[in-house]
């Protein structure tokens, strides 16, 4: 059960589209649609803001929207906004029936 | 309002036990699947543990804490457990508690957390 693999920190200025990609294997992210990405702010609990891939639950911004291509998934954010600063993990379900998150990214908007 | 509610952290001694909760309210809890996800003090989430909604409910575990932890729950009182034994340092963390958005725990994405209870284990 290895932590999938993300940037430890991205940064954008206001405005701009940031990009943070999610590698796993073919037993966890590139076997199943079922990658998910959160939201956290210092000191709060997780927000969901992808599920399925490329899914948003109701009330998420479409600034945010998700892609995946073979072991890779990624976490696009467009027109930057300064709330947007914060960490964002991705999670995976895995074919051992559990589920398994990425190390995070730093999200830092300039 | 849809929310959880964890309790039951604390100071533990290495090699105690203790058991956290988490009450569900405004949602059928029945149907969905819950999870266990806990994040060490300046590091990532991990997850621990996720139980399937209510009939059958299969359980699974991560590496790291299967045969000392064991994940279950109450439907008739809409409560979550994680009873946790021969707890050891690195099981330090905050834990939260997580709705799936389905009846699978680990299929379904996790679309409702709690504020997380801290658990510290120390001498």
């Known amino acids: 059960q290895s932590a999938l693999t993300q940037p430890a920190s991205v940064s954008g200025s206001p405005g701009q589209s940031i990009t943070i990609s999610c590698t796993g294997t073919?037993?966890?992210?590139?076997?199943?649609?079922?990658v998910s990405w959160y939201q956290q702010h210092p000191g709060k609990a997780p927000k969901l803001m992808i599920y399925?891939?490329?899914n948003r639950p109701s009330g998420v911004s479409n600034r945010f929207s998700g892609s995946k291509s073979g072991n890779t998934a990624s976490l696009t954010i467009s027109g930057l906004q300064a709330g947007d600063e914060a960490d964002y993990f991705c999670s995976s379900y895995t074919s051992s029936i559990t589920a398994v998150f990425g190390g995070g990214t730093k999200l830092t908007v300039l | 309002e849809v929310q959880v509610v964890e309790s039951g952290g604390g100071l533990v001694q290495p090699g105690g036990s203790l058991r956290l909760s988490c009450a569900a309210s405004?949602?059928?809890?029945?149907?969905?699947?819950m999870n266990w996800v806990r994040q060490a003090p300046r590091r990532g989430l991990e997850w621990v543990s996720g139980i399937s909604g209510s009939v059958g409910s299969s359980t699974s575990y991560a590496d790291s804490v299967k045969g000392r932890f064991t994940i279950s729950r109450d439907n008739s009182e809409n409560t979550l457990y994680l009873q946790m034994n021969s707890l050891r340092a690195e099981d330090t963390a905050v834990y939260y508690c997580?709705?799936?958005?389905?009846?699978?725990?680990?299929?379904?994405?996790?679309?409702?957390w709690g504020q997380g209870t801290m658990v510290t284990v120390s001498s």
């Open positions: 405004g949602f059928n809890f029945t149907n969905y699947g």
């Open positions: 399925d891939v490329s």
């Open positions: 997580a709705k799936s958005r389905g009846y699978y725990s680990t299929v379904n994405a996790f679309d409702m």
């Open positions: 073919s037993s966890d992210v590139g076997g199943y649609n079922f």
